[in-house]
C-alpha cells in the first residue's frame, strides 16, 4: 500500500483546509486510515483516523468538532476537512494505515504500517 498526501498550506486562524490522502494497492480498502500530525519540538500525535469501512471514526480532544474525516471507499481517498484551524494546529500532517484503529484511538505512531509523506499547514494569527 502506497498513501499520497497533499492538500497542505498556509492559513489566516479562523479558515479551513482539505487535505486528501489516496491510497494505491488493492488492499488499501482493508486498512484504517488516519492522520498523524508533527508540530516543531513535539512527538508525532494522532490526529483523527477512520475504519476501513468508514463507518466508524476517532479524533484527538483538540480537533473534535473542528476536524472531520471521511472516506470515499470507491476513489481510495481519505479526505480530512479542518475548520476553524488555530495557530497550534501548524504542523506536518501525515498519512498513516493500520489493520485496526487501535493504535490510532492510542497515539501510538509506531503501530502504523504504511506512511505517506507529510504536508505542511501553517496557521498564521
Known amino acids: 500500500v502506497q498513501l499520497q498526501a497533499s492538500g497542505g498550506g498556509l492559513v489566516q486562524a479562523g479558515g479551513s483546509l482539505r487535505l486528501s490522502c489516496v491510497g494505491s494497492?488493492?488492499?488499501?480498502?482493508?486498512?484504517?486510515v488516519g492522520w498523524f500530525r508533527q508540530r516543531p519540538g513535539k512527538e508525532r500525535e494522532s490526529v483523527a483516523a477512520?475504519?476501513?469501512?468508514?463507518?466508524?471514526?476517532d479524533y484527538a480532544d483538540s480537533v473534535k468538532g473542528r476536524f472531520t474525516i471521511s472516506r470515499d471507499i470507491g476513489k481510495n481517498t481519505v479526505t480530512l476537512e479542518m475548520s476553524h484551524l488555530k495557530p497550534e494546529d501548524t504542523a506536518v500532517y501525515y498519512c498513516a494505515a493500520a489493520a485496526t484503529m487501535r493504535d490510532f484511538i492510542r497515539g501510538d505512531p509506531n503501530g502504523m504500517e504504511y506512511w505517506g509523506e507529510g504536508t505542511q499547514v501553517t496557521v498564521s494569527s
Open positions: 494497492g488493492r488492499t488499501f480498502s482493508d486498512y484504517c
Open positions: 477512520i475504519s476501513w469501512g468508514g463507518g466508524s471514526a
